[in-house]
């Protein structure tokens, strides 16, 4: 069965400060993975996801992953922090053509 | 267009009381997820509709719980007989077709007291 660990239940950068958000994942086959964010009172939006194309994936708002398979991992990366950064972000690996595992999430703080 | 809408946004029953909550789903996708997120977690999956059927029903925690969906549009999920355990928020998400690409409702925050 697939899982996903998110390292950090809290992170906080100072605004304009790069963004780490560490994901790992174990899969018995190639997974689909995707990061999607969660704003205060908000519903769930699809940020990125790589479903092995290229490993360094693109998403909105300058976020970035990059696909390690070696490391089994999948980090969300912004360069510069922004105030409307600060949300809940969670880490998600597939495990059906439908389901999907998700890991506990990441609080991101962003100091001003 | 619309995007995936629940209701009641908040819900505060006592134990042993039957709940329903809605979803309505984006117009046009045939595929209707259930989702649970209790704090601190990521979500846990509890039904998935194609159409007005449930193939997969698997992580529903209990017979207490039940779902329907009809007309291929809104679906209902009920909970009977609310415990403590059960207060969390309720996500409700849809697809075109089955996919892993699913757009999420709000949610509706349970609290049993």
């Known amino acids: 069965a697939q899982s996903v660990t998110q390292l950090d239940s809290h992170v906080s950068v100072s605004e304009g400060t790069p963004v780490l958000l560490r994901c790992n994942y174990s899969?018995?086959?190639?997974?689909?993975l995707f990061w999607y964010v969660q704003h205060p009172n908000k519903g769930l939006q699809l940020l990125l996801k790589y479903t092995s194309a290229a490993t360094l994936v693109k998403g909105i708002n300058g976020f970035e992953a990059e696909f390690k398979k070696s490391e089994t991992s999948f980090h969300l990366t912004k360069p510069s922090a922004h105030m409307s950064d600060a949300a809940e972000y969670f880490c998600?690996?597939?495990?059906?053509?439908?389901?999907?595992?998700w890991g506990a999430g990441t609080k991101l703080i962003i100091k001003p | 267009g619309a995007g995936v809408s629940q209701s009641p946004s908040n819900k505060v029953t006592e134990k042993g009381k039957d709940v329903e909550l809605r979803c309505d789903p984006i117009s046009g996708h045939t595929a209707l997820y259930w989702y649970r997120q209790s704090l601190g977690q990521g979500l846990e999956f509890l039904i998935y509709?194609?159409?007005?059927?449930?193939?997969?029903k698997s992580g529903l925690p209990s017979d207490r719980f039940s779902a329907e969906r009809t007309g291929g549009s809104v679906s209902t999920l009920t909970i009977q007989r609310t415990q403590q355990e059960d207060s969390a928020v309720y996500l409700c998400a849809s697809s075109l077709g089955t996919s892993w690409e699913q757009y999420f409702g709000p949610g509706t925050r349970l609290t049993v007291t």
């Open positions: 899969s018995s086959y190639s997974p689909s």
């Open positions: 998600v690996v597939t495990q059906s053509n439908y389901q999907l595992i």
């Open positions: 509709f194609q159409g007005n059927s449930a193939p997969d």
